[in-house]
């Protein structure tokens, strides 16, 4: 949609795996030559870790492209499967058409047509990709075929591709044997601002881009920050900002097309920023008065609490009972004298004042009996 307009052969970021639009920094480069030393020089076991997005496949299959035609391998992309099944589809990718159900009898077929490629002088290689997602029995079935030899040489070669929980799962007590196997270990890091740049300029290059500075320094700098180095998403993002920027007919990206590209792909953390920042008053005007409400409730069923197991014990009774008799007569006492402030307060009897001087007095005596206690 937007080559012609910017002059390009094809889309430069398209999230697809292409090895003709291959990056190579630093890390990558190691990678890959790390990779290529492991097939000239025939390594057992080769491992591979990357976060996701950072071009682990893009290099293996650039490096599937290096291979001698005479190379037989077997490139596993869904690792999710039995152990039965596992050995299935490898010994299919390997070309083994006419498998045996029984698992002893297939790994006898398997193992006599590797030796077949060894006397062709042919590498085998079994190149396995999410191997994060590998279950240890399986695990376990790999390390078994690594055994295969003929004439003190490795019949199979194997690659282990995956994320970093790959790493923490080799680290367990249940694959120390096939851990202390791997000859070869490389973890490829994100890019840095300044891989980051040469990686957008490189693809763009690529595809026949002749504007140097298509994306501007404070947009690739954004991009960089927004992507966190990771290729696959500056591809989502500088993919959007073309789009965006041929629609608004604009020959040359901003930093304000990448905010907004960013915000357009991110709308819930857009909405979070527009209402911590827009209005902080309105919230915390409304966050008040449900604290206090809140507050005065714990404290209310604190004392609830508090009461309930006080009743329990015979002096909490005791004490109960005194403030009851308190409260009650000095409520009561209150509530007579209110009903009328105009009017002249009722005449006592002495028999009343006496049992009103025996409520109030009663309190003092219980007091003092706790006390002693």
Known sequence: MYTSFYNLKERPFSLSTSPGFLYLGKAHKEALSLLTYGIIEKKGFVLLTGQAGTGKTTIIRALLKKLDPSTKY??????????????????????????????????????????????????????????????????????????????????????????????????????RSLLQRIDIRYHIFPLNLSETEEYIKGLLKAVGSKNAKLFSKDAISLIHQYSSGIPRNINSLCDNALLLGYSKEKRNISATMIQECYNDMHPAGTLFVEETI????????????????????????????????????????????????????????????????????????????????????????????????
């Open 278 to 373: 827009e209005k902080p008053s309105e919230g915390s005007k409304k966050i008040k008065p449900r604290r206090l409400a809140l507050k005065a409730a714990i404290l209310i069923l604190l004392l609830t609490i508090l009461l309930i197991a006080v009743s329990f014990t015979s002096t909490g009774k005791r004490q109960i009972a005194t403030l009851r008799d308190f409260y009650g007569s000095h409520f009561s006492k209150n509530s007579n004298s209110s009903k009328d402030v105009s009017s002249t307060p009722p005449q006592i009897s002495s028999g009343e004042q006496t049992g009103e001087n025996r409520a109030l007095q009663k309190p003092n005596k219980v007091k003092i009996k706790i006390d002693q206690e």
């Open 74 to 175: 077997a490139f596993i992309t869904n690792p999710v499967l039995s152990p039965e099944d596992f050995l299935a589809y490898t010994a299919y990718k390997l070309g083994l058409k006419r498998q045996s159900k029984s698992k002893g009898f297939l790994l006898i077929q398997i193992e006599a047509l590797l030796k077949i490629f060894l006397g062709r002088q042919q590498n085998a290689f079994l190149i396995i990709d999410e191997a994060q997602d590998l279950s240890f029995r399986v695990l376990e079935e790999i390390r078994l075929l690594s055994n295969m030899e003929m004439h003190g040489k490795r019949l199979l070669h194997i690659f282990l591709i995956g994320q970093p929980t790959l790493n923490e799962k080799l680290n367990s007590n249940q694959c």
